[in-house]
């Protein structure tokens, strides 16, 4: 089992031991006050606390790693769900009744999420609202408030939104900063988890900055998830590629990998695509956002 490459802190607690089953489960857990990762880690650090997580998320979105994977924290007043679980304290930048956290610590709890889902093959999360799923909270095995009622309101977006991210193909959009792009019409929310209105979407926006998983959209002021953009179409029909393929044909792959090198998978080799962008030697597919070799298509 490995650990997160998004930890930004750590401090290894003593109150763990090692788990005796494989990780199936997330549980997802509130600070109860707007503490630093640092200042959760210390408290976790005291073995009279008898208390402890895998991981913590500041309301600045740094991640602490407390108690590494390969072994069960001591988190969710529940033997059985620990030794399944991932742990996750999340801080409160509001206080009581409501808990509220931050946007940016929303943000990186589905990043985290995501990476800890991709690391421990879990296919997609089931949040069912008992403890019959694989998204729980503390609330499900103990009489507390955690995690909090603004983030328990969370929960389904949070499955949602990691789920999304874990059956997308990686994409490649080959967008950067500056260039124009267009907000797709079945964009689901910004990244903080806030609702896309309707009137935002199918638009074209600039690209202000990109990360590998975001699009800071400038006219908005809005972070998106970089699989609801795709680039601006350009004002003409593009002239006539090799191999007879041009923007609208259908086509089939025939080569074995993306442009970035990743193994296209067997079951994307089979199915039939819209090429939606040319550039030098490559084709955006619209149906999978992918780019690919113009070589490794075949037109239909």
């Known amino acids: 089992m490995s650990n997160s ?22 549980t997802i857990h509130h600070m109860a006050g707007d503490f630093t990762v640092e200042t959760c880690g210390n408290g976790f650090a005291k073995p009279e606390r008898q208390a402890s997580a895998n991981y913590g998320i500041g309301s ?20 059985e769900n620990d030794y399944q679980a991932i742990t996750i ?66 929960f389904p977006w949070i499955a949602e939104e990691v789920n999304k991210r874990i059956s997308a ?50 006219e908005i002021v809005s972070w998106v998830w970089i699989g609801d953009v795709e680039p601006a179409a350009p004002a003409s029909t593009q002239a006539v590629k090799p191999a007879g393929i041009r923007v609208g044909s259908q086509v089939k792959i025939a080569g074995t990998k993306y442009t970035n090198g990743v193994k296209i998978p067997g079951s994307v080799k ?15 597919l619209k149906e999978n956002y992918s780019w690919v070799a113009l070589k490794d298509l075949q037109a239909i």
């Open 5 to 26: 490459n998004l930890i930004d802190y750590t401090k290894i607690s003593p109150n763990s031991n090692p788990r005796n089953q494989a990780i199936k489960k997330l």
């Open 169 to 218: 193909p990686d994409p490649v959009s080959g967008i950067k900063a500056g260039d124009k792009v267009l907000l797709k019409a079945d964009a689901g929310t910004y990244t903080n988890g806030v609702k896309i209105p309707k009137s935002v979407k199918g638009k074209a926006y600039t690209a202000q900055q990109v990360k590998p998983d975001r699009v800071l959209l400038k």
């Open 270 to 284: 089979k199915g039939t695509y819209t090429v939606q962008q040319l550039k030098s030697g490559r084709a955006l």
């Open 89 to 154: 304290e999340v801080a409160n930048d509001g206080v009581a009744p409501q808990w509220h956290v931050s946007d940016k610590a929303l943000s990186k709890l589905i990043e985290l999420c995501v990476d800890v889902c991709k690391r421990n093959g879990i296919k997609a999360l089931n949040y069912t609202g008992d403890k019959s799923g694989n998204l729980t909270r503390h609330n499900m095995f103990a009489a507390t408030d955690c995690p909090g009622p603004y983030l328990q309101s969370k």
């Open 60 to 79: 600045d979105g740094r991640v602490g790693m407390y108690v590494e994977e390969k072994r069960r924290a001591w988190t969710s007043s529940n033997r």
